[in-house]
């Protein structure tokens, strides 16, 4: 099928370094087997939906939940944000995902929580994330739906990259965060709560820019299989994030951006 998505063999290499080596019987092409991880994950399609291109599609299977338990997409994710020089600004957020009932009516097993929690829409998964100054996601973290934002972001404060400047909503607006914050050279842009009693004032027009965010989460989103999540388990719907963060806005863009 020509309409399919491939990645480039310059994108490829990117990602190359970052897959487990192949031992003993010479296992599917990578390549293709990662492209029908994508397009399932992409579409929100069932696994055996896969199109043939791809190749059989319990290799596909077998392949996302061995490398996710590996924790290979998350190291993938991981490498654009562990280089570069010194961020001018970062921005940071936090989206609810649906559960669907194929995940959230399915009883815990196992021993790792499965993030799925009760709010006023009904059962969700929270994503928190951090990005740099053109939206590009650098940090994520994958919460209960009823977790609040300061206490996402206070799990992500040690992953946080050199910056000189944080923007985030009024849900960011507390005392621990911002003290945080500024031992690392980050100054907060981060307007105050209206029950606040001593107001802190912030750049309006830096504050601006922080619809670069909302943007990424609305990108992401266009995934089906981001939108809402079908998995069970925790491990395999962060992957399921990371590798859709990776290929939209450190692989496709990148490339677009370079040309």
Known sequence: MSDLLWLTDKQMRRIEPYLPLSHGILRVDDKRVLMGIIFLIRNG?????????YGPHKTIYKRFIRWSRLGVFNRIFAEPSAKGPRLERLMIDATHLKAHRTSASLLKKGLFPRRIGRTGGGLNSRLHAVCDGQGRPLVMLFSEGRMSDYKGAALMIDAL????????????DADGFRAALIPRGIIPCIPSKANRKVQIDHDRTLY????????????????????????????????????????????????????
């Not at 990259?161 to 960011?172: I, Q, S, T, V």
């Not at 820019?209 to 491990?235: P, S, V």
């Open 45 to 53: 399609l069932d696994w055996r939906d896969a199109p043939r291109d």
């Open 208 to 259: 601006r820019q922080r619809h670069r965010i909302e943007n990424m989460f609305g990108r992401l989103k266009d995934w089906r299989r981001i939108h809402t999540r079908y998995d069970r388990c925790a491990h395999t719907f962060m992957s399921a994030n990371a590798i859709a963060a990776t290929v939209i806005f450190w692989l496709f863009l990148a490339m677009t951006n370079e040309s």
């Open 161 to 172: 990259p050199k910056a000189g400047a944080m923007l985030g909503d009024r849900g960011y």
